[in-house]
T-cell receptor, first 115, second 115 residues
Framework: GAVVSQHPSWVICKSGTSVKIECRSL??????MFWYRQFPKQSLMLMAT?????????EQGVEKDKFLINHASLTLSTLTVTSAHPEDSSFYIC???????????FGPGTRLTVL | AQKVTQAQTEISVVEKEDVTLDCVYE???????LFWYKQPPSGELVFLIR??????QNEISGRYSWNFQKSTSSFNFTITASQVVDSAVYFC????????????FGTGTSLTVIP
């Protein structure tokens, strides 16, 4: 099966710093990747859709200047949380889409804690 | 409006009991996909099943079975002879081809299997 990795798996940072999370499709090319956020005991909420070589599409209510997404290659998308604050503490999960039959594969997630 | 509804927030069963997790979806697409994922405490989503809208056959995989009924827009998941390792949060999800294949997750059902 297809594998998607995320790095780091967890990160703790001070308020005001920026954190970059990487999402990689290890054995397939993904023209589209998605970023989700999950708060404790809640569902996954789509933050943005990332297409290789173009600007990401953000969901309503997600600040594009705060959550910078770069999809520079067919196997890598990055999410940068700029000037992180405690309320940004969450579990961030990416998924990568393979082929045109809507196969999506999820990464293991990154747990961000902002102090 | 919620596209995927999982009415059961939490369920507790005693080991070896059967349990059914409900999922009701809403879509106007004729082509769509339905999924079930398991999320253990580690957070990583575990893929369980993917169903396309044209395949209403029920499926059985070991102790797991799924009942897809388009007439009631439901895609229910049954675990037979539950085990403690089945304890997790289970998410039902919908993907529509006309909305860029993004996933709409239900709010999840937290299942606790008591030994």
């Amino acid at each position: 099966g297809a594998v998607v990795s995320q790095h780091p798996s967890w990160v703790i940072c001070k308020s005001g710093t920026s954190v970059k999370i990487e999402c990689r499709s290890l054995d397939f090319q993904a023209t589209t990747m998605f970023w989700y956020r999950q708060f404790p005991k809640q569902s996954l909420m789509l933050m943005a859709t990332s297409n290789e070589g173009s600007k990401a599409t953000y969901e309503q209510g997600v600040e594009k200047d705060k959550f910078l997404i770069n999809h520079a290659s067919l196997t890598l998308s990055t999410l940068t949380v700029t000037s992180a604050h405690p309320e940004d503490s969450s579990f961030y999960i990416c998924s990568a889409q393979r082929g045109r039959y809507n196969e999506q594969f999820f990464g293991p997630g990154t747990r961000l804690t902002v102090l | 409006a919620q596209k995927v509804t999982q009415a059961q927030t939490e369920i507790s069963v005693v080991e070896k009991e059967d349990v059914t997790l409900d999922c009701v979806y809403e879509t106007r697409d004729t082509t769509y996909y339905l999924f079930w994922y398991k999320q253990p405490p580690s957070g990583e989503l575990v893929f369980l099943i993917r169903r396309n809208s044209f395949d209403e056959q029920n499926e059985i995989s070991g102790r797991y079975s799924w009942n897809f009924q388009k007439s009631t827009s439901s895609f229910n998941f049954t675990i037979t002879a539950s085990q403690v390792v089945d304890s997790a949060v289970y998410f039902c999800a919908l993907s529509e081809t006309n909305t860029g294949n993004q996933f709409y997750f239900g709010t999840g059902t937290s299942l606790t299997v008591i030994p």
